[in-house]
């Protein structure tokens, strides 16, 4: 008598209830398989004849499967899912609160013109750009030329 052994696992704890014992055992049992050892709720060993072998094709089923309950491929999309979706949740709390105006109030202080201010030239000073945000931040950006190539510097 020649014995051939197989150990079948479940991506979710499968094995916890007898009840889902006893249903993969009814179905492997048309294989000829036998429970050998239940190692923990993700995995059992089976052992069967291999005489077996003979009734392998008139199956509905794989008879060397090793894989039974829920498919790794649903498991791992609904974890990639969920773990991208708190990720974006994250962020969009992040950016909101950080980019509320009631955080910020040189925002509210400051105009729509303050900000084109920014990349618009002063006309006294045709090489400085200054910007004020606010009462106490100002930014202010000096043109330099040397030869043919201008340089940014910020003061």
């Known amino acids: 008598m020649e014995l051939e052994?197989?150990?079948?696992?479940?991506?979710?704890?499968?094995?916890?209830?007898?009840?889902n014992i006893e249903e993969?055992?009814?179905e492997e049992s048309k294989a000829g398989w036998r429970l050998v050892e239940k190692?923990?709720?993700?995995?059992?060993r089976l052992q069967?004849?291999?005489?077996?072998?003979?009734?392998?094709?008139?199956?509905?089923?794989?008879?060397?499967?090793?894989?039974?309950?829920?498919?790794?491929?649903?498991?791992?999309?609904?974890?990639?899912?969920?773990?991208?979706?708190?990720?974006y949740a994250i962020?969009?709390?992040?950016?909101?609160?950080?980019?509320?105006?009631s955080h910020h109030p040189s925002l509210l202080q400051s105009s729509a013109s303050s900000w084109r201010s920014l990349f618009t030239l002063n006309?006294?000073?045709?090489?400085?750009?200054?910007?004020?945000h606010s009462e106490l931040v100002r930014t202010?950006?000096?043109?330099e030329t040397s030869s043919q190539v201008p340089v940014l510097r910020t003061v």
């Open 5 to 19: 052994y197989k150990v079948v696992q479940s991506t979710t704890p499968l094995f916890a209830k007898i009840q």
């Open 24 to 26: 993969v055992m009814a």
């Open 39 to 44: 190692l923990d709720n993700y995995k059992m």
């Open 48 to 87: 069967r004849d291999i005489s077996h072998r003979a009734n392998d094709k008139s199956l509905s089923f794989d008879p060397y499967r090793t894989q039974v309950g829920v498919n790794n491929a649903l498991i791992y999309g609904i974890t990639t899912v969920v773990t991208l979706g708190v990720v």
């Open 91 to 101: 962020f969009i709390l992040v950016g909101a609160v950080y980019d509320s105006p």
């Open 123 to 132: 006309t006294k000073n045709p090489t400085r750009v200054c910007s004020s």
């Open 140 to 143: 202010c950006t000096v043109r």
